[in-house]
């Protein structure tokens, strides 16, 4: 009896498989593309990309986000949008940063698998079969790799370079290129992603951290023909920070006062050694209290190391507030069997009932 009731869990277990290796990956797809001034490139852009994407035979939507442009990129992508449905644009009511812009078009998207492109046509669309193979193939995250770029060497590739060196070092996940604004993302890895600053190009960092597969495919670059690049050498500086903040927010997000604790008692311990050496060197050195720096480094550190603690205490309470406020869970669930699609875990229901 039991054995017979096992056979049938593993051969419906089976089934489930082989439902999910023939279904196709994705029901529909999302094209994302921030515009600043780009008057000139959106209108071959969005030719470029119906034409691949109607070749895909997969329902699809273009988001286009006018991100405050100056020139008349508004009305070009008005006209666009007039002409197919599939078109879709946001109007910000500001220059925000591509990174914004860019949340902003996968906040409202509805395809399971969103593909940022820039708007400047020196991403390929033809690139997007490429990446939806890899997808197919099961991979959550596949990001472009411009192999052969096409940008200013010293200016632009060589400072790249070295923070692409950097944050591979830094994260432990491994990419030639995060820069590269080509990329495949399924949905489920973006929930939750909020992106600021420079960040946008760390997601696939992050999403590999929560357990995300992700790979990288060499896609092709053009030299920008029309308009401007919006951005210089400051980038590296600002992308070197953002990897700071997102390490941080990985590693020890959960536990603050590790960190910020773990300092604190590194310098109250200093104090401590201070003060004994200094007791220790007036009573049997005869070497009077104010003859060494000892105690000025007591106080210091005993200082640094108390507000430290407090530092700690203090994330804790706002880690928190982060966590429960939003039913987050300190852990990343990634398939459920036999469970019913309403069973969500306490957290999030706790949240509901608290928005009820
Ligand atoms: N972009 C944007 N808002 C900005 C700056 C840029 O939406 O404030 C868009 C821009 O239109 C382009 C993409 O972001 O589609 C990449 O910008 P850019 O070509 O200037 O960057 P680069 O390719 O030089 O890194
Ligand atoms: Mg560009």
């Not at 277990?13 to 999302?30: F, G, H, N, Q, V």
């Amino acid at each position: 009896m039991r054995d017979g009731g096992g056979q049938a869990v593993t051969l419906e277990l089976a089934e489930r498989e082989t439902a999910r290796a023939t279904a196709p990956a994705y029901r529909m797809l999302s094209v994302v593309v921030p515009a600043y001034n780009e008057e000139k490139n959106v209108p071959v852009l969005c030719e470029r990309l119906l034409a691949v994407l109607d070749g895909l035979g997969v329902p699809f939507e273009i988001i286009l986000v006018n991100d405050g442009s100056k020139d008349k990129t508004g009305s070009v992508l008005r006209a666009a949008a007039a002409a197919r449905k599939e078109i879709k644009v946001i109007e910000l009511k500001r220059n925000s940063g591509q990174t914004a812009a860019m949340m902003c078009g996968i906040d409202h998207a509805s395809g399971d698998v969103i593909i940022p492109i820039d708007a400047d046509l020196q991403n390929d669309p033809a690139d997007i079969p490429a990446l939806l193979a890899k997808i197919d193939e099961g991979y959550d995250v596949v990001s472009g790799w411009r192999k052969d770029r096409k940008d200013a060497a010293i200016r632009r590739n060589l400072p790249s370079r070295i923070a692409n060196k950097i944050i591979s070092l830094v994260s432990r996940v491994h990419l030639h290129d995060y820069g590269c604004t080509l990329k495949a993302y399924r949905l489920d890895v973006l929930d939750g992603v909020r992106l600021y600053g420079e960040m946008h190009r760390l997601i696939p960092v992050y999403a590999s951290w929560m357990g995300a597969r992700v790979t990288e495919i060499p896609v092709r670059h053009h030299p920008r023909s029309h308009g401007k690049s919006n951005y210089g050498l400051e980038r590296v500086a600002k992308i070197i920070l953002d990897l700071i903040v997102v390490k941080f927010l990985d590693r020890q997000f959960m536990k603050p006062i590790y960190v910020f604790g773990g300092f604190g008692m590194l310098c109250l311990a200093v104090s401590g050694l201070a003060v004994i050496w200094a007791l220790y060197l007036k009573f049997f050195e005869g070497l009077s209290l104010i003859q060494t720096p000892l105690p000025l480094l007591a106080v210091m550190t005993f200082v640094t190391g108390f507000m430290c603690i407090l530092m700690g205490l203090l994330s804790e309470i706002l880690m928190r507030t982060y966590f429960e406020s939003q039913g987050k869970t300190s852990y990343v669930v990634r398939e459920r069997l036999n469970f019913e699609p309403t069973d969500r875990p306490m957290a999030e229901k706790s949240v509901a009932r608290a928005k009820q």
